[in-house]
Nanobody
Framework: QVQLVESGGGLVQAGGSLRLSCATS????????MGWFRQAPGKEREFVAA????????RYADSVKGRFTISRDNAKITLYLQMDRLKPEDTAVYYC?????????????????WGPGTQVTVSS
């Protein structure tokens, strides 16, 4: 497993932007599929985006497509989530996750390592 720590969360007005980062440990980062999930109060954890090992492929939830961009820098062993045109309904704790599966799953159960999360709050 790999250790993950998110950062970059905060309070932003609707229409604003935030960039989340996920720092990792070890030299095996490039061997993992990486993803972002989020969980709002009283709701289940939901898929946001996932990215392939070399960053060449990505997948998004319909609710964030066109507004969020997932990327990774394997040299810096860091995952990113650029969030633009934020909406109040994007308010949640955001988690990065790593997995060893094939493809780009949107199921949290497919990911084996998780960070503690970072709070994103979008005010209207």
């Amino acid at each position: 497993q790999v250790q993950l720590v998110e950062s970059g969360g905060g309070l932003v007005q609707a229409g604003g932007s935030l960039r989340l980062s996920c720092a990792t440990s070890g030299r095996t980062f490039s061997t993992y599929i990486m993803g972002w999930f989020r969980q709002a109060p009283g709701k289940e954890r939901e898929f946001v985006a996932a990215i392939s090992r070399n960053g060449g492929s990505s997948r998004y939830a319909d609710s964030v497509k066109g507004r969020f961009t997932i990327s990774r820098d394997n040299a810096k062993i860091t995952l990113y989530l650029q969030m633009d045109r934020l909406k109040p309904e994007d308010t949640a704790v955001y988690y990065c996750a790593a997995g060893s599966m094939y493809g780009l799953p949107n199921n949290a159960a497919e990911f084996s390592s998780w960070g503690p999360g970072t709070q994103v709050t979008v005010s209207s």
